[in-house]
């Protein structure tokens, strides 16, 4: 029953919950988890192909990954402060500084 | 048993992760998250990898969610500064969609694999072999990763500085 091939499938729900997510919702937090949920569900992919090849390498490759979204983490949710105090909305839509000139900031 | 587990834990990913996806208030996502977190974490130790299990409690729901949760509070967002979303399950079921191709040649392409015994190994996944395979193998990786956390660190400093 628990076979590589019923893991992977959750595994490609989870990932297609979070590009659903990232693409439908307008709220910043919740696109920045649903990005969290597409890594997890790359992690959960790693750590299964590492049981099925009986290769210590793919767990190794899923701790760097959890190592990267820590530092991700770190800086989105920085900036996301520094946004939020700027512009004074969640929505991803004003988010555009890097769009516009310099005096419309 | 094992498979009772798995059913129960996948069940309750997929569908926290729906509802961190579907709900409004974001702090209500966020401890939603944290549920579909712990589900993948005991998938992890199903799949006898103890050591991400632990990573995965200590660092993801420990760490990460809690800074999230923490700057969610710290922000203290009034219902008016939430973005409206009218048209929400309109873009869901579009970009639900959109999406299905590609899980069709995803699942068409695990579908070939053959088949393993996956049950739990006693020995695969500890810390030890864990250990020895990390540096052994990937010392170069390990080292760039510890600087890369030291530039997002500096990174976050100085975002959170007065003036940039």
Known sequence: MMSIYSVLIVAIALFSIGIVGVISRKNI??????????????????????????????????????????????LFLSLVVLLYKRKGSLNVDIFNSLAQKRDNL | MTDLIFIILSLSAILSALYMVWVREPIISALSFIVTLLSLAGLFALLSASFIFLVQIIVYAGAIITLLLLIIMFLNIDDESLPKEPKKLLYMVLSAILVAPL???????????????MSIISNFGSVKSLGLTLFNGWLLPFELVSILLIVSLIGAIVFAKRKI
């Open chain 1, 29 to 74: 937090f919740i696109v920045y988890m649903s990005l969290e949920l597409m890594l997890n569900a790359v992690n959960l992919m790693f750590v299964a192909f590492s049981r099925y090849f009986h290769s210590l390498d793919g767990q190794i490759i899923s701790m760097m990954v959890i190592a990267l979204s820590a530092a991700e983490a770190a």
């Open chain 2, 103 to 117: 899980d069709m040649a995803l699942i068409k392409a695990v579908g070939t694999l053959p088949k393993k015994d």
